[in-house]
């Protein structure tokens, strides 16, 4: 009996899990913000997946050892009703390198965010004997993956395909305050939940005339979540080894690219969330998520790119009142070359998020770092 009671409340904790600091003001249930994107060029870009660097045969060619950095900017202004917040945070979002080695192989290393659990929310005040109660949650974490991938071109550079295999880690703090507003009485929980799991990419890049074909797919393999309750400085609650199953992810992309200086992008990921499961039983609130992305990017000049994309985003999670929740964005972005060394890529998003009764506005900017440097060695000349 006590098994089931653990479990059951640890369920009842991942589907309560709310994202609100700088992430959303809706009831963002379990694992967090899904993040499908990693890096300023992809994102001004519609958020590109198949298409860009989580797609671990790309790029075509690499000639030259690469580190990218990237960091995430947001700010959210959300409201529910006649309320309204408006929050921000700084946080890094990836740091990747590549290297190319003979016979057209690459291997490559790989740290990225992948769900985000920050959230700070409170529920409705509501009245019982004369008194007003209030729970306040604020929640700190997320789920990372480190991972080490290896690709290889074929046929003149016109196809590659790369494998990708990672860990996923993470952990999530949640602090659960229960508040009598009329006298001032406060208690105070905490929730420690880590997660535990392994991940399998694969994907294809590929030339064909005037068109570049990009296609992914992801893995996950069976995980655990080890959690444990904090009150009053005693463990009341914990379990361990807890199973769990993050779906499968499929994606495709098409960049037409026959117009001189001009590219367009056409990019949809799909994730099968009806197909979780945390200790073995499916999670029945998850829908199916989808996101189609659709952008162009045209060159002024050989190394200033102008991008624009749209994106329509449908998440796994619903709202409170059971409404799925929709995402609209607007992207641009460009690079600029920095000598002896790469790019600094940028791009900014205006993102509209809805359900039924909450509404709001994000603004992100995004900047990544690009570092290049020339795999084949310097010849001498002319004596030194």
């Not at 037409?256 to 099968?272: C, G, M, P, Q, S």
């Not at 039983?281 to 990017?297: D, H, M």
Request: proline letters at 2%; glycine letters at 8%.
């Amino acid at each position: 009996m006590r098994y089931f009671h653990i479990k059951n409340t640890i369920i009842g904790l991942l589907i309560l899990t709310t994202l609100i600091n700088a992430q959303s003001f809706f009831s963002m249930k379990s694992f967090g913000e899904e993040l499908l994107s990693n890096n300023a060029t992809a994102l001004g870009l519609g958020g590109l997946v198949s298409l860009h660097r989580e797609n671990p045969s790309f790029p075509l060619v690499l000639n030259k050892t690469s580190f990218y950095a990237s960091v995430l900017s947001n700010l959210v202004y959300g409201k529910y009703r006649e309320n309204g917040r408006l929050i921000y945070d700084v946080r890094p979002m990836l740091v990747e390198g590549k290297i190319p080695l003979p016979y057209h192989f690459r291997i490559g290393v790989r740290l990225s965010e992948i769900f985000n659990q920050n959230f700070d929310v409170y529920s409705e005040t509501t009245s019982f004997a004369g008194y007003h109660y209030q729970r306040h949650v604020i929640g700190k974490g997320g789920m990372y993956r480190i991972g080490i991938n290896c690709s290889k071109s074929f046929l003149n550079n016109k196809f590659s395909c790369g494998f990708e295999y990672a860990k996923i880690l993470g952990q999530s703090l949640e602090q659960w305050t229960f508040e009598v507003l009329d006298r001032n009485y406060i208690t105070l929980d905490t929730v420690i939940t880590g997660y535990s799991t392994h991940n399998l990419k694969f994907g294809v890049f590929t030339d064909v005339s005037f068109l570049t074909i990009g296609a992914i797919f992801e893995n996950f393999l069976t995980g655990v979540i080890n959690s444990k309750v904090i009150s009053h400085n005693t463990i009341v609650d914990s379990i361990s080894g807890l199973k769990f199953n993050l779906p499968q992810g499929f994606g495709a992309g098409i960049i037409f690219n026959k117009l001189t200086n001009t590219k367009f992008y056409l990019d949809i990921f799909y994730r099968n969330w009806t197909k979780t499961l945390i200790a073995d039983t499916v999670v029945t609130k998850y829908q199916n998520s989808i996101k189609y992305s659709l952008a162009l990017e045209h060159w002024f000049m050989e190394s200033y790119p102008l991008r624009i994309g749209m994106r329509y985003y449908l998440s796994y999670l619903r709202d409170y009142q059971n409404i799925p929740i929709k995402e609209y964005a607007l992207t641009t972005g460009s690079r600029i070359p920095i000598a002896n060394f790469g790019a600094f890529d940028y791009s900014l998003e205006l993102i509209r998020r809805f359900g039924k009764e909450t509404k709001e506005t994000i603004g992100r900017i995004n900047f990544s770092l690009a570092f290049e440097e020339s795999w084949k060695k310097r010849t001498r000349r002319w004596g030194y």
